[in-house]
């Protein structure tokens, strides 16, 4: 079936639907989605939202910016991270003019929190900068958006599963080709711009905070079309997962007060992070509580976790500001947070990497910045890159409504200065292709298990630690594993809801962008945010200060490099 649009946008998470948002009434748009839009991974955001409102205390976007250019290790693009920290201020307030519950202030004001890394007067303390809903924020604030989409009349295709992008010779992105999950059915979208908004792959590893949908994709099918994927080796791994499960609990719970303790009931950050103990950046507070569990501090019969203690907060304090995480933790532990610390262990949580773009959100294919005509990228499938080598907790939900609506906004003007570009001959060829290798293979490998290889692999030798040794390992694991998922073969042969011919679909682009986080990690030879090297400890700004763009070429994967944009903060070493 064929379709013809000014505008697509794949993904309807956050920064998908603020871009259709923009696009709404302006210019013929949809929205294709793999799931029910409501269902979206943002919808898992819990704490806040980072915006320098100085609402509840003196606060400046510069500060914001410095505290995301630190927390990022310095990698982030400084020029992008200014974007970032003065529009974040407009988002939030436009966000909340269409409806969106934050918390109030006893004046009425949107109420603010703490969060990891963000700080007063270039790192002199804390600072309450994360604009809240509860421990619901992502959640409402995809609500918000859904709404105002469906208010505008924005066209839906719900539960489409993107096989491919469209591309002209002359290089012109102008389509994708989907599938329509209900009926099996190949359908052709013809556009002149694509917004991916796809978000990440953290179900590439065992113990991960992200939704089952989260499988890379957008990133995995650009990188087969050419396209570079740039600092892929830096994945945040959030500190406060539920044990064993994964499932966050917000870094709000430490902003409202909550406490991580060893075995011994130490409150052990005060030890690695003075100023601000528990409210570190992520990729600190993740690295010290393997280091505790790793030296013997850890608690349960196996001595592999920390707690959160929430049990001296004032009463209330749950039920008002995290009745979420209170009722995951009563519902997966059996624990009641009011009386007990709740085990926790880092958990595989965002992608700083991705397809790289500019601050207008165009996907950019060099280390010079060029642009691929017609092709946008937005949220966690995008690296713009604001986020560096350690993304701050609060900044995601600021990054994908921020650049989501650049996105969006830009595309209108591409729209209105481009011609519709034709189609290639027969556009959905590789789509129809892999699809009928998958359906028509009647015996071969298990995708479940080459899946289960894959995540427990890279949760042992490309997670918190790494060396050398290890990324050398699960190179060769990640490149034998996609020999063999050459040969898989499903069960279901029929065309209804077939989840199975999904989840095959779904290994592949995992297979994909862990083959480029593992060969930019074992590249780079240094430490830096949440690229720990255990045999390189030391972070490199004089070789390694730089991305790392790897492109997927006919004789094997390529890794180039391009620079950092440096303009107020020169690189200093990170203490907190």
């Avoid at 290790?73 to 003019?97: F, G, K, N, P, W």
């Avoid at 027969?426 to 293979?441: H, I, K």
């Amino acid at each position: 079936m064929y379709h013809r649009y000014d505008a697509l946008i794949i993904g309807a998470g956050g920064a998908g639907l603020m871009a259709a948002v923009q696009l709404a009434g302006k210019c013929k748009s949809a929205v294709i989605s793999k799931l029910y839009p409501p269902r979206s991974h943002t919808g898992a955001a819990q704490g806040g939202i980072a915006a320098a409102l100085g609402n509840v205390e003196e606060d400046h976007w510069v500060w914001h910016m410095f505290d995301t250019v630190k927390g990022g290790d310095y990698l982030v693009d400084q020029d992008a991270a200014e974007v970032l920290s003065r529009e974040a201020i407009d988002a939030v307030i436009e966000m909340e003019h269409m409806g969106l519950p934050f918390n109030r202030t006893p004046e009425g004001k949107i109420d603010q929190r703490r969060f990891g890394g963000h700080t007063r007067n270039f790192g002199e303390g804390p600072v309450r900068r994360a604009c809240y809903s509860a421990d619901r924020t992502g959640h409402m604030i995809l609500y918000t958006l859904y709404q105002n989409c469906i208010k505008h009349d924005v066209e839906f295709f719900d539960e489409f599963h993107m096989l491919d992008l469209i591309m002209t010779d002359d290089g012109i992105c102008n389509g994708i080709i989907a599938l329509e999950v209900l009926t099996g059915e190949i359908h052709v979208f013809h556009a002149k711009t694509i917004i991916m908004a796809t978000g990440g792959y953290g179900r590439a590893f065992q113990v991960t905070s992200n939704a089952m949908a989260a499988t890379g994709d957008g990133m995995a099918i650009a990188f087969r079309r050419g396209i570079p994927l740039e600092d892929m080796e830096f994945y945040q791994f959030h500190p406060t997962g539920i044990y064993r499960k994964g499932i966050l609990l917000t870094e709000g719970a430490r902003g409202e007060g909550g406490i991580l303790r060893n075995v011994n009931g130490e409150r052990f950050m005060e030890r690695y992070a003075p100023t601000l103990k528990d409210l570190a950046p992520r990729d600190m507070v993740s690295r010290f509580i393997w280091q505790e569990i790793r030296e013997g501090r850890g608690g349960g019969p196996n001595k592999d976790y920390v707690t959160l203690d929430l049990t001296h907060l004032p009463p209330g304090a749950l039920e008002e500001k995290l009745p979420d995480i209170t009722d995951f933790v009563e519902t997966y532990l059996g624990l009641d947070p009011h009386n007990v610390p709740i085990p926790i262990q880092p958990t595989a949580h965002y992608a700083m990497g991705g397809l790289p773009t500019d601050v207008e959100g165009r996907v950019t294919i060099d280390d010079t910045g060029t642009a691929l005509p017609g092709l946008y990228a937005a949220g966690e499938v995008a690296c713009v890159s604001v986020h560096g080598a350690n993304r701050l907790g609060t900044n995601s939900l600021v990054d994908l409504v921020v650049f989501g609506r650049r996105a969006g906004k830009h595309a209108l003007q591409y729209i209105a200065e481009n011609d519709l570009a034709p189609l290639p001959p027969e556009p959905e060829y590789r789509g129809r292709a892999e699809v009928s290798n998958l359906m028509e293979r009647t015996t071969g490998e298990n995708v479940a298990d080459i899946r289960q290889t894959l995540q427990t692999e890279m949760m042992d030798k490309a997670s918190v630690f790494r060396t050398g040794e290890g990324l050398r390992e699960i190179q060769q694991i990640v490149h034998d594993l996609k020999d063999r998922y050459h040969h898989v073969a499903i069960n279901d042969k029929g065309s209804v809801f077939n989840m199975d011919l999904l989840e095959a679909l779904e290994l592949g682009y995992l297979l994909d962008c862990s083959e480029a986080l593992v060969a930019g990690a074992v590249t780079r030879e240094e430490s830096r945010g949440a690229h720990m090297r255990e045999d390189f400890p030391d972070r490199d700004d004089t070789n390694w200060l730089k991305h790392t763009l790897a492109y997927r070429t006919s004789g094997g994967l390529q890794l180039r490099y391009k620079p950092v944009v440096l303009t107020r903060f020169e690189p200093k070493e990170r203490k907190y």
